[in-house]
């Protein structure tokens, strides 16, 4: 496929040079060299340096980034159509002072598509602006898109905390200044209120008028740091819509979500709502009467009915990965500082393998999740985002109350026994370039295990990641950094002979409790009546059996392994169904207090969704009865029991830590075919435990997939042709070595991740996102 689309078919024109970036000389006469301080890759650290030297002010840093999001964060998709011709121009909401732009040119489905006159499926949604729902004066682009070739935008934020355009219910002069006089007629009562509160820059100016170049960092470690905030998270000065276009009487929320909260409440500027997968996965869809009309193909990434797709700012053809890609985006971007994230599967550490940045994912409760709108249940944990390792856990340090600790009383998650919290700020554990300098092997005694099942393989196009991420892991972490490597066992990656084995297992662990803590599974047949659990000789139904198999002297079936325990012989409870959207959104609502949207009834009925296929699953949800499901206990029950097994398998072997790549597939394109990413849902957030990903370089190589019809033609499926050559990227893609461990582990992981980034500085700036001119 070839697109003809410029970026300034979409583009918009460049900011002037930010106050953060004006020159200031420093002494030294007429021929002074100008000092100049540049949002581009700083740290928490650079920034406060800056401020405290006198460089910068809080507010000219936070304008800097105001400029950035002028003149990159504009659309980067082009709509495909059956006939490819142009639509009229349209224009979209505002952000950074100025209404979003859309591409006129539209992309073929044809050339996209291929086989399209044999297709027999659903009718295409194809691509069209429409008017929002939430403001009609608004237009969006909706169905099928791409990503425009080098389009110099990234879509990531949604909202910007900008007077005027934060909000929809109070838009433009009703979110007036106080100072100005009373508000228009005809403006809801609620913005009186609500302009109360400062935006981004005036909450920057209130700091400098207060600090100065000497901002209190002991109290306030966040100063000034620009933070973009996944919008499933409630923040009480910015829309609040989980990333859909929903017509709420008022659509900023009388709160902020935990984390929030404490993060402003620490210096930081709550600065944007970062572009999503409008209710992180979508609504899901429980079965029902409603059914969808419309064929979507696939929808990318981060995409939601209000805001739109964002890109990936390494290749704007290309996703960003997961649901929280516009925290990812924004963050490599160089839009924000930093992002809070949220992950239900993979949804912050994917966009941050992909985009370049580090993630830092928690024990589940260790950061608060309360006040959202999504799943919120037992997996899901906000995560942030960060170009550092370092910074990222600076935003964790600061994340804890200094009353609380990190207890919420909004999220029973929270209440974590005291002993999996250090009493030492996590920043503690960093090893900086200083600290690697000391130190010639600083992770010597600590035993990291290599988690080959998510190097596997699978075609040509996991092979040039996956054995690139194995040398990482041998000549950095074992000959560089001292760790003792070992790796896990399976029959679809052959055996290292450098690396000693795991000599006991995960399906040694699950042998063992499986029979005494949950046997009833062993009874589960399919949907074609056999026993899921069958061994060939064995009846897994016995008691013999089960006693043989408690004493690991009965085999267990090889199908179940660390990476598909989530769902391996589980109770027909699909994620929608066991998080049980409506019920959670109810409970969200009933607090939020909406004169419109009550319950999700009304959210239904005053709500544009991404695709048709969400709106039949919201639609099927208010009808929804099955509030019981018996699959909601079984999911709690083998959390546990993943989770035991973890810690057994870590114990017995000696393990501190688990390593493997984020991913050895490379990053698909937008409405692009995907062929064979391995899940990780089955790991991290089904155990509850803590994961790290860090930058490791880029990949320049990729067996490209294609689209194909399936047998019967009612749909397409990804698919990677015998002998379809390795090409060379248009662009390097980034990559990520990531690493987990047991409940608590957040100390050890982040010891390892930054002598890992210490020791190689693989993160690099997107090249075409440089400073603002």
């Known amino acids: ?61 936070v304008q800097a980034y105001i400029d950035r999001a002028r003149a990159y964060n504009g659309v980067c998709t082009a709509l495909v159509t059956a006939d490819g011709a142009d639509i009229p121009a349209a224009t979209g909401m505002v952000r950074a002072g100025s209404a979003l732009r859309f591409p006129t040119h539209t992309v073929k489905a044809s050339t996209v598509l291929p086989d399209l006159d044999q297709y027999k499926g659903l009718p295409l949604d194809y691509g069209r602006m429409e008017p929002t729902v939430s403001d009609p004066s608004v237009m969006a682009q909706m169905g099928l898109r791409v990503g425009i070739p080098n389009a110099g935008q990234v879509n990531a934020l949604e909202t910007i905390n900008i007077r005027g355009e934060r909000s929809v219910t109070c838009k433009g002069k009703f979110d007036a200044h106080p100072s100005t006089g009373p508000l228009p007629a005809g403006a809801p ?75 402003r409440a620490k210096g930081a500027i709550i600065y944007a709502k970062s572009q ?101 249940w037992f997996n899901d944990r906000a995560g942030i985002h960060a170009r550092t390792l370092a910074d990222a856990v600076l935003v964790l340090d600061a994340a804890r109350d200094d009353a609380q600790g990190y207890y919420d009383t909004r999220d029973p998650f929270t209440a974590l026994p005291k002993a999996l919290i250090p009493e030492q700020p996590y920043a503690k554990s960093v ?9 010639a092997k600083p992770l010597k ?58 000599r006991y297992g995960f399906s040694d662990a699950l042998s063992e409790i499986l029979p005494r803590l949950m046997p009833e599974i062993f009874s589960r047949r399919d949907a074609k009546g056999a026993l899921v659990f069958a061994v060939p000789g064995w009846d897994v139904t016995s008691y013999d059996y089960l006693l043989k198999l408690s004493r690991r002297e009965a085999p267990l079936t090889r199908a179940v392994n660390i990476v598909n325990f989530a769902n391996f012989g589980a109770e027909p409870c699909h994620s929608a169904l066991c998080a049980d959207l409506a019920f959670d959104v109810d409970r969200y609502l009933a607090e939020r207090g909406d004169a419109r949207i009550k319950d999700w009834a009304a959210w239904t009925a ?19 009865k099955g509030h019981f499901a018996d699959g909601k206990s079984d999911r709690l029950a083998r959390s546990y029991i993943a989770r035991l097994a973890l810690e057994r398998v870590m114990r017995e072997n000696h393990i501190d830590a688990f390593v493997h790549p984020e991913n050895t597939v490379p990053t698909p394109k937008i409405l692009g075919p995907n062929v064979g990413a391995i899940s990780l849902d089955g790991i991290t957030p089904f155990f509850q435990v803590p994961r790290i990903a860090v ?18 033609a009612r749909d397409y499926i990804s698919v990677l042709k015998p002998g379809t050559p390795r090409s060379r990227l248009p662009h390097p893609m980034p990559i990520s070595i990531t690493f987990f461990a047991g409940q608590g582990a957040e100390p050890v992981l982040i010891r390892i991740g930054t002598a890992y980034e210490s020791a190689t500085h693989h993160r690099f700036a997107p090249p075409g996102f440089g400073a603002v001119d």
């Open 695 to 712: 930058p490791a370089g880029a990949t320049e190589v990729v067996v490209e997939p294609q689209y194909a019809l399936d047998d019967d």
């Open 1 to 61: 496929m070839v697109l003809v689309l410029s970026a300034a078919s979409c583009g918009k024109p460049q900011a002037p040079e930010s106050a953060a970036h004006a020159p200031e000389t420093e002494s030294g006469g007429i021929n002074a060299t100008p000092k100049q301080f540049h949002v581009e890759e700083a740290t928490i650290a650079s920034i406060h340096a800056a401020i405290q030297s006198g460089e910068t002010t809080c507010q000219q840093v």
């Open 606 to 624: 005053n709500a544009k969704f991404r695709e048709d296929e969400s709106r039949a699953g919201a639609e099927n949800w208010v009808n929804f």
């Open 431 to 439: 090893i900086d370039d200083a600290g690697l300098g000391r130190e």
């Open 189 to 263: 009562a609620a913005c009186e209120e609500f302009r109360k509160q400062p935006d981004a820059l005036e909450r920057a100016a209130e700091l400098d008028a207060q600090y100065g170049s000497k901002p209190d960092l002991a109290r306030l470690p966040m100063y000034c740091i620009t933070t973009a905030v996944k919008d499933v998270y409630d923040t009480r000065d910015m829309r609040s819509t989980a990333n859909n276009d929903v017509n709420f009487a008022m659509d900023a929320p009388p709160f902020d979500s935990t984390i929030i909260a404490r993060l």
């Open 445 to 502: 005694g600590l035993r990291i295990a290599i988690l080959r099942e998510h190097m596997v393989r699978k075609t040509a196009n996991h092979e040039a990641i996956s054995e690139q991420i194995d040398r990482e892991i041998k000549t950095v972490l074992r000959d560089r950094l001292g760790a003792e490597l070992v790796e896990t066992v399976t029959p679809d990656y052959p055996d290292d002979a450098e690396i000693d084995n795991l």
């Open 276 to 376: 999503a997968h409008e209710f992180n996965g979508g609504p899901g869809d429980p079965g029902g009467a409603s059914k969808p009309r419309t064929n979507m193909v696939s929808g990318g990434q981060a995409f939601g009915s209000w805001g739109g797709q964002s890109c990936n700012p390494y290749d704007t053809e290309r996703v960003t990965r997961g649901s929280s890609g516009g925290s990812g985006a924004a963050v490599g971007a160089n839009l924000v500082t930093v992002g809070i994230c949220e992950q239900s599967g993979m949804s912050c550490q994917g966009p941050a393998s992909r985009n370049g940045v580090t993630t830092l994912l928690t024990t589940k409760g260790l950061l608060p999740d309360n006040g959202g709108i999504g799943y919120q």
